[in-house]
């Protein structure tokens, strides 16, 4: 692994490890990492638990999740034919609901960011996510799950590894809201408006860009919910509101303490023709997703789902500066690395 240093409003990144037994053999490593392995098995209770069914989602495909917020896909030669890295795994989840009402990935995701992305402590070239679907679900059925889940989670980790945050330095008192629930909740508009006048350019239009997001999320002591993104402003297979043209159906969940983004969800689209007109209008080329078309043609269930970055998750709980530091072998981007 090569060093780099990032900076970013007043956060000062440790330098990044020059070799992986540097990395792995440090003590705040092996915590973090104990912490994380933890957090996967409550994870897998609270779900199967709830009736989930764990699945392995592909590693490659013809196609993957289009909506990445300016990152590249990775092709590679699948004899002879390009095939894609996973950089999300929405339309097997979508596919996996004619197996299973209720389904559940813990899956890696590729995407080569943006060389200035390095500077965030946010992204990561290579990550992991939990993936939950839900078939004839509402979004608010998925937020609503969201949230319990991750008060568990984290509730868990509080109870049982107190020894692993203290090395880490990890206030627990900082977890009472978050384990009591009751996340908070606003519109894209109210946050767009809320960070324009704090004098954050902030398109009204658009995603609410990573600055954006850790300056609203450094607001608060618990997480919150962001709805109603503006149409055109997330992937196809978010479900615009039948009420409200222009407003789609979904949510981002913000950290608080400045941690920014965990999760993002929605409700799906799942009707064919829908999805034919949504893909031109985001620029995709339906021909392209043959085999998920093919499906849609037939009939994929209605549903609603999230993901939570796992390194992204970690690094909240366990109170690190950058999300590289959840992981034991990480890609930053823009960094050759082990």
Known sequence: MTSTIAESHG????PFPASPDQHLMAEPTRATLRVQSRMLAATRAFLTGQGFQELLPPVIGPVTDPGIRGSKQVDVD?????YKLMTSAILYKQASLLAFD??????PNVRLEPLETAVTHRHLAEFHQIDVEIRDARREDAMELA????????DEVVREMPGDLEILGRDRDAFREV???AFGRTTHRE???DLVALGHPQDPGAEIDWEGEEILSAKTSRP???VDYPKGSRGFYDQEDTERPGILRNFDLIAPEGYGELASGSEREHDYAALVTRMRETGENPAKYGWYLDLARRGIPASSGFGIGLERFTRYVTGRTAAWEASAYPKLPGV???
């Open 11 to 14: 956060r000062v990144a440790p």
């Open 78 to 82: 699948f004899y002879g034919h390009k």
């Open 102 to 107: 209720k389904i559940f990935y813990i899956a």
């Open 147 to 154: 949230e319990r889940l991750v008060a568990h989670v984290v």
């Open 179 to 181: 384990v009591q629930g």
């Open 191 to 193: 946050a767009t408006a």
């Open 224 to 226: 919150f919910f962001v």
């Open 336 to 338: 050759v690395s082990a």
